[in-house]
């Protein structure tokens, strides 16, 4: 990056299985931008998100090749890549539910989690290149990587980061930032949706997924020093028609999945247009008083589906094993609606929205150009 190009940032927020949609959109930045290494000098992810920034990161020396990988996974996943599918575990799991409900947890452990997703966390120490982004920052190829969870017992948003020496930890109301060495436990932690997968333990406090306390996800990049971010949402904004008559009473599954749509995109939309009043603000300072604000203009681009991914996931729900949809429905947390697109980790489904991400990454070529200031 010389000095008159912007501090880029990269955001990857939380979907489950709609962040196959990001590599999409990273694709068509890939052809857009021609550019080796990555034009990102800081990457924030959170859930699903964290997984593409990881990985991102670890290739920032190879951009192209960081979206060819991620790519690759998504594009032949199979949901037992991600959580255990078997009948038999699955079976002891609904049983466990069961059991605790009935007896109010007398003589029974409560249960982490519906799934378990130690699959992934195999997954991820096998294949991940932690070393990669240590090699990135020392390079001079990447500031710093942010990984957000959630802390059950505090109570509060920690950005986990890896970075350059200078950068420092911070500490606000329920919110926090930390150093340390990005590992699988903390992609599992951010990406530990609740109830759904469990907890991970880091120090000595459990996780959960960022997306619950990130309450101002635009302010841990910004605080890095990012002056441009690029954020790739997995949320279409596309209205939902009001009801005509009175509907069913909603099922656990709706409001599951309506819940996972709140902690993922609408305080990411929230902070969004808190920044582009902040921006309109300073417009209209005169510079001797922006100077006393310690305020900057940071500009943001918003690219997110085109069409609706519950219409695509509806299409392909039939893919998720036997298995899977039987716990689900024991609990009245499965159907058509929202949650099916956080956990159809299916290389169709996948590939579907890789190819929407794509379409819509090219239909912004050039807002993405002028972003990156490699607009002619």
């Known amino acids: 990056m010389t000095e008159t190009q912007p501090k880029l940032a990269l955001m990857l927020p939380g979907?489950?299985?709609?962040?196959?949609?990001?590599?999409?959109?990273?694709?068509?930045?890939a052809e857009t931008l021609k550019t080796r290494t990555s034009p990102f000098r800081i990457i924030s992810g959170t859930s699903a998100g964290a997984l593409n920034a990881a990985v991102m990161a670890s290739h920032a020396d190879d951009f192209a090749h960081g979206v060819e990988r991620l790519e690759h996974f998504w594009g032949n996943f199979r949901c037992h890549h991600i959580y255990r599918t078997g009948w038999l575990h699955n079976l002891a799991t609904g049983l466990h539910w069961l059991a605790s409900m009935?007896?109010?947890?007398?003589?029974?452990?409560?249960?982490k989690s519906l799934l378990d997703n130690q699959p992934l966390g195999e997954l991820l120490k096998r294949e991940l290149d932690t070393d990669g982004i240590a090699r990135a920052i020392d390079n001079d190829l990447l500031d710093a990587l942010l990984v957000t969870a959630s802390g059950y017992a505090t109570a509060r948003a920690v950005t986990f980061f890896q970075g350059r020496a200078?950068?420092?930890?911070?500490?606000?109301?329920?919110?926090?930032?930390?150093?340390?060495?990005?590992?699988?436990?903390?992609?599992?932690a951010s990406a530990a949706l609740?109830?759904?997968?469990?907890?991970?333990?880091?120090?000595?406090?459990?996780?959960?997924?960022?997306?619950?306390?990130?309450?101002?996800?635009?302010?841990?990049?910004?605080?890095?020093?990012?002056?441009?971010i690029l954020i790739i949402g997995t949320r279409d904004e596309q209205p939902d028609p009001e009801p005509q008559a009175r509907g069913r009473y909603p099922s656990l599954g709706e409001i599951g999945g309506y819940l996972l749509d709140v902690i993922f995109m609408d305080y990411l939309n929230n902070d969004l247009s808190r920044l582009r009043r902040i921006n309109r603000t300073l417009e209209h300072m005169p510079p001797e008083k922006l100077a006393v604000t310690g305020l900057r203009k940071v500009e943001a681009l918003l690219i997110q589906p085109?069409?609706?991914?519950?219409?695509?996931?509806?299409?392909?729900?039939?893919?998720?094993?036997?298995?899977?949809?039987?716990?689900?429905k024991g609990v009245g947390a499965w159907g058509p609606g929202r949650l099916p697109s956080y956990l159809l980790f299916e290389a169709e489904f996948c590939r579907e929205l890789i190819d929407l991400g794509y379409a819509d990454g090219m239909a912004r070529r050039d807002e993405i150009l002028e972003l990156t200031g490699e607009a002619s």
Request: net charge positive; proline share 8%.
């Open 15 to 29: 979907g489950g299985a709609r962040g196959a949609y990001q590599v999409g959109v990273l694709k068509a930045v």
């Open 194 to 228: 609740p109830l759904l997968f469990p907890a991970q333990c880091i120090g000595c406090e459990f996780y959960g997924d960022g997306g619950m306390r990130h309450t101002t996800p635009l302010s841990p990049p910004i605080r890095m020093g990012a002056e441009r």
């Open 306 to 328: 085109s069409r609706d991914l519950r219409e695509i996931s509806n299409r392909h729900m039939h893919r998720v094993p036997a298995s899977v949809k039987t716990l689900l």
């Open 166 to 188: 200078d950068l420092e930890e911070w500490s606000l109301h329920r919110r926090a930032g930390t150093r340390t060495r990005i590992g699988p436990t903390h992609l599992l």
């Open 102 to 111: 009935t007896l109010g947890g007398l003589g029974v452990a409560n249960p």
